[in-house]
């Protein structure tokens, strides 16, 4: 039973932290090199992570600044960039690449909310696919009615607990959009 509520809190972790690396992802009119992460080179053939390829610095609130370790990769970041399809416009000036990062209008900001809505919905059910399977692991062993009982309601507090961070992160991610 133990192992099961162990195993349970545990992936219910694992699911707000997908949740946290999704909000990164979703712009705040701020310079963030996590908007970057998703965004592959093809760097001599093999498709490379952009952060291995490149020192990523922050010079201005909203501007990024990209410095390969390899000037000859500046168009295939340029390229990856492109196509990883974030909504930024690489600037090459031979030596590096600035990106900036337009300021948000507030039909953006309401889409950005949207979307961080979405996010959090898809972690809520995430949870209750964890709560579920859960319950019928503790259904599966051989223990008494009152024992089955006392973990499922063991996995309902645990799932009250992470929506309530769900709810929380969402509100912060919300405030951090919508403040200009």
């Known amino acids: 039973m133990d192992d099961i509520l162990m195993n349970t809190e545990m992936s219910m972790e694992t699911a707000i932290e997908s ?4 909000f990164t992802n979703i712009r ?3 310079a963030n090199p996590a908007i970057l992460d998703c965004v592959m080179v093809s760097y001599y053939g093999v498709d490379t992570p952009l952060k291995q390829l490149a020192n990523i610095s922050i010079p201005e609130a909203r501007q990024l600044c990209i410095k390969p370790f390899d000037k000859g990769s500046l168009s295939n970041i340029e390229k990856g960039i492109y196509e990883a399809n ?6 090459n000036n031979g030596e590096v690449i600035i990106l900036n990062i337009p300021a948000l209008t507030e039909e953006t900001r309401k889409e950005y909310v949207k979307q961080a809505k979405s996010y959090a919905e898809d972690c809520r059910i995430n949870l209750r696919n964890i709560r579920q ?5 503790i259904k599966k062993l051989e223990v008494s009615e009152d024992d089955i009982k006392q973990g499922q309601e063991e996995v309902q507090e645990l799932i009250n607990k992470y929506n309530k961070i769900v709810d929380e992160k969402l509100k912060v991610k919300e405030t951090e959009l919508l403040t200009i």
């Open 19 to 22: 949740m946290e690396k999704r």
């Open 86 to 91: 974030i909504g930024l416009t690489p600037n």
């Open 28 to 30: 705040a009119g701020r």
């Open 133 to 137: 399977d859960a319950n019928n692991d």
